[in-house]
């Protein structure tokens, strides 16, 4: 019989403890008092929602403040919310908005400076291009915009083995034009990630498998953030950080500069 180092059941436990320590403890983001006057009644797009983290109840209960909410989803068909069709289908609380189908890397159908803030939760880790794909996000926003962005912490999740992206390699990803089918992360992805903390990749195989077809489900974590390469994506694109936490998922609120 084979049985698993000692270091890796002690790094399996204490992930465990840290998991379950956060899903009974987690209740608002901090100060969210402060937050919630920032989009209050403002008119904003979310990119891979509709996401319960905004609903009533979720970290970050922003969906009822807001004025109006459009929202954007790179296909008629996801793994997530399933079968959406653009038009007026956007729902999200108990409104509806503008559902957009495009690429999170490319909004070109969109105005520039169209929107009062983006919202984006657990959604850029899945972009093979970030920096191309916030600098759409940027682009949509008025002067004075809000960019508000959550990324799963890898300390909590799958990717815990696996080393962080570094903002270099972000940089070479835009020079080179990365495209949303690019694969060259998969060796190590399927090396490094841990199948025992996503029960529904299924077996090695079947994760494979899957992985192999990014293109169509968009399920690979392209990239992996800790708070510091998100504050040097903030700093590249000028943006004044107003909130930076840290917990099961890293969350970052910016400002577009009016200049």
């Known amino acids: 019989m084979i049985f698993e180092p000692f270091t890796s059941v002690v790094c399996r436990i204490g992930l465990l403890f840290k998991r379950a320590y956060y899903k009974i403890t987690r209740e608002q983001v901090p100060d969210f008092a402060s937050i919630k006057q920032l989009f209050f009644a403002k008119s904003g797009l979310e990119i891979g929602g509709p ?3 905004f609903r009533d109840g979720g970290f970050i209960p922003l969906y009822h403040l807001v004025k109006a909410l459009d929202g954007c989803n790179f296909s008629n068909t996801t793994i997530w919310e399933g079968a959406i069709e653009s038009g007026q289908k956007y729902h999200y609380y108990y ?14 159908p969109i105005p520039s400076s169209t929107y009062e803030f983006v919202l984006s939760s657990n959604c850029l880790e899945h972009v093979a291009n970030p920096l191309k794909a916030v600098g759409e996000w940027i ?11 959550l990324l799963p912490n890898k300390e909590y999740c799958f990717d815990h083995n696996r080393p962080v992206t570094t903002f270099s390699h972000l940089e070479s990803d835009f020079r080179n034009d990365t495209k949303e089918d690019d694969l060259s992360h998969l060796n190590e992805i399927l090396e490094l990630h841990d199948l025992e903390m996503d029960k529904r990749a299924g077996t090695m195989e079947q994760f494979k498998e899957r992985s192999l077809k990014n293109f169509d489900n968009r399920a690979l974590h392209q ?3 800790d708070r510091t390469v998100l504050k040097e994506i903030f700093s590249h694109f000028k943006l004044e950080v107003l909130l930076m936490h840290e917990g099961k998922d890293f969350v970052i609120l910016g400002k577009k500069s009016n200049s």
């Open 95 to 108: 409104k509806s908005g503008l559902q957009y189908i495009l690429e999170a890397s490319d909004l070109s």
């Open 51 to 53: 996401s319960r983290i």
């Open 139 to 149: 682009r949509v926003l008025k002067d004075d915009g809000l960019l508000l962005l």
């Open 223 to 225: 990239h992996v953030y």
